[in-house]
């Protein structure tokens, strides 16, 4: 993997090419490189790094051609390199960019190796190019090569293919990995991400499992894992090219941070009626299937698997539903056991997590009859996978490393405790209180945002720091855990996260005076527990910095004390997530690093 943006027009593709290229950084990288047919010849340029420096050997010596493929690499076979970035060619005939992983690449390459066939580069994907180069010898043209070569290929893939044979086609393929049909004036494109085709068009086709496509400038025809011609509607989208732009902002991260009440207010609007949740927000059949369940089992990853470890307690504490939370890729990996009428709930930003697809695929051939997503992408692979859906409506999120994405999924997870708890135990009066605290949240985390000023300067307590721990209690465990992955991803600050209550149960071991320990103190129940912990460590000399309730009296010692704007009741999960957020962006900063594309991270994982 990583990005995907390939063309077939009247016009020089080479300068949309690149524009997408940029648009695709996001996703996270380490080579960038495209290919054009131009006069019976396939011309590539491929560098190591940034796009910039694939812009500059094109500025250097041009080249331009009417279709072309390009590709931003995140390495899965083989050491970054100009070698093993893509596009890759054969024979000077065909040209394949490539996401996913080839699973039985291997054995294909040994048998290629038997023909004659050179290998240069480490990569699964070029046994793919060999593979159709093969095909074509004996196939009428490229489409039916591409038919051929597809049928033995294991694993996951979304590619984008063009050959000096067929100069007019291109051809895209799509299993495990989305891929997106951008559809122009006499001109089309196809991507990983609809974002980098939203300067030249607005109307998308999205390929569904197993589909190839043949392109022409004038023409489209789709193939269904069939191999039935069939017809995929187009969908209008309401982005534009501007809204992936910064702004007035240094970093997308930054922005996104200060987008969160706005993107709060859009996840509640609509869903509400004379301030009740409507049920059908969910879907057409959401009630039947709430009505019938037993239990929930949430599967998601990293970030998004923290906001099921949220919801737990949420589901648990006010509707009595039993919840068990997973890391997807442990899930599908286990033999679990399900209740029967379990909710299966996925949560991901993108609705490509490899992980989560597949582990929604294990819980359903375990035979769970009910599933939901949550989900920032309309038409990803996992909403169309699921039996209900709730979009989180968080707008399209740059960063690798996610901000709104998780409070909103987290106002959506609260929402479906509502719908949920409604069945159970959760009273009427609990459900005005808490649709009511949702709706006040938006200026609650305008309140924090005002902090930041103050968080930049703390950031400056981390400049040489190479470790810190995290700390919470309750529904701030798994906040606390969020504020640890923020702070590793982008900084590459060792950071670990532990409920405060397990101190004694070895972590003490590793305070002393070096050690930041982070604590999210908000004022409720467990407040006087939480102050026995940070008393733990200042005992032994632990340099403690506190997020703490400004209702808050302390009259210890030592502490770095940030005031937080009171927020009592469960709000104040989603609440603390914001100051954590801020500090880890400004500590990045402050070191130096890549804050919206941190090293040897991708914003969407479509591979194991």
Same mark, same amino acid.
Request: contains cysteine.
């Given at each position: ?38 006069? %019976? ?255 929930? %089992? ?126 159970? %135990? ?5 459900? %005005? ?176």
């Amino acid at each position: 993997m990583c990005g995907i943006i390939c063309g077939i027009a009247q016009r020089n593709i080479v300068p949309i090419l690149l524009e997408g290229l940029k648009r695709l950084e996001y996703r996270g990288y380490d080579s960038a490189g495209l290919a054009v047919i131009n006069h %019976q010849e396939i011309q590539r340029k491929r560098e190591v790094g940034k796009v910039i420096g694939l812009e500059k050997l094109l500025d250097a010596d041009p080249i331009a051609g009417n279709i072309g493929i390009a590709h931003t690499r995140w390495a899965t076979h083989g050491i970054p390199s100009t070698a093993n970035a893509h596009p890759h060619i054969c024979g000077n005939k065909v040209a394949v960019v490539h996401n996913g992983i080839i699973e039985n690449h291997e054995l294909l390459k040994t048998e290629q190796l038997k023909y004659g066939h050179d290998f240069t580069s480490q990569t699964d994907t070029e046994v793919i190019v060999h593979e159709i180069f093969d095909a074509m010898k004996a196939a009428d043209g490229l489409v039916a090569a591409v038919k051929q070569t597809v049928k033995k290929l294991e694993g996951a893939y979304a590619l984008g293919i063009m050959s000096v044979d067929n100069p007019d086609v291109l051809v895209a393929c799509r299993k495990g990995s989305p891929l997106v049909i951008g559809v122009g004036i006499g001109e089309y494109f196809i991507a990983s991400d609809v974002a980098a085709m939203l300067p030249v068009t607005q109307r998308f086709i999205f390929l569904e499992e197993g589909d190839i496509a043949a392109i022409s400038c004038n023409k489209l025809i789709i193939y269904d894992a069939g191999d039935r011609i069939v017809s995929r509607p187009i969908k209008e989208s309401t982005l534009t090219a501007d809204a992936v732009e910064k702004g007035e902002y240094r970093h997308y991260m930054l922005k996104e941070i200060y987008e969160q009440p706005f993107a709060i207010s859009e996840t509640l609007e609509g869903r509400f009626i004379n301030n009740r949740l409507q049920e059908n927000s969910f879907g057409h059949n959401a009630s039947h299937v709430f009505d019938n369940i037993k239990a929930i %089992q949430i599967i998601a990853c990293g970030t998004s698997y923290h906001a099921g470890l949220v919801a737990r307690y949420w589901f648990e504490e006010l509707a009595c539903v039993p919840c068990n939370v997973e890391v997807a890729s442990e899930f599908r990996y286990r033999n679990p056991v399900l209740i029967a009428d379990t909710l299966i709930i996925t949560i991901s930003q993108s609705g490509e997590t490899a992980d989560t697809l597949a582990a929604l695929q294990e819980a359903k051939r375990l035979g769970a009859k009910y599933s939901l997503a949550i989900c920032n992408v309309p038409e990803s692979s996992l909403v169309r996978a699921s039996d209900l859906v709730l979009m989180t409506r968080a707008g399209p999120e740059i960063g690798v490393a996610s901000t709104k994405a998780f409070t909103t999924q987290l106002v959506v997870l609260m929402m479906l405790v509502i719908a949920i708890g409604r069945r159970f %135990q959760l009273t009427d009066q609990a459900e %005005q209180k808490i649709t009511a605290d949702l709706f006040s949240l938006p200026r609650k985390i305008e309140k924090i945002l005002l902090l930041n000023d103050e968080i930049k300067v703390l950031a400056e307590l981390f400049s040489e720091k190479h470790h810190a721990l995290f700390l919470g209690r309750g529904t701030h465990y798994p906040i606390a855990m969020e504020g640890a992955l923020k702070l590793k991803e982008i900084s590459y600050i060792h950071a670990e996260a532990y409920p405060a209550g397990e101190l004694k149960h070895g972590p003490l071991a590793l305070i002393d005076a070096d050690m930041p320990v982070i604590i999210v103190a908000p004022n409720n129940s467990l407040l006087e527990k939480l102050k026995s912990n940070m008393q733990e460590v200042s005992a032994r000399g632990g340099q403690l910095i506190v997020f703490m309730d400004e209702t808050i009296v302390s009259t210890s010692d030592g502490l770095y004390i940030i005031k937080v704007p009171q927020i009592e009741n469960e709000m104040s999960a989603i609440a603390y997530t914001i100051p954590l957020q801020l500090l880890a962006y400004h500590v990045a900063v402050l070191k130096g690093t890549d804050v919206d594309q941190p090293r040897n991270l991708a914003k969407s994982v479509t591979v194991e």
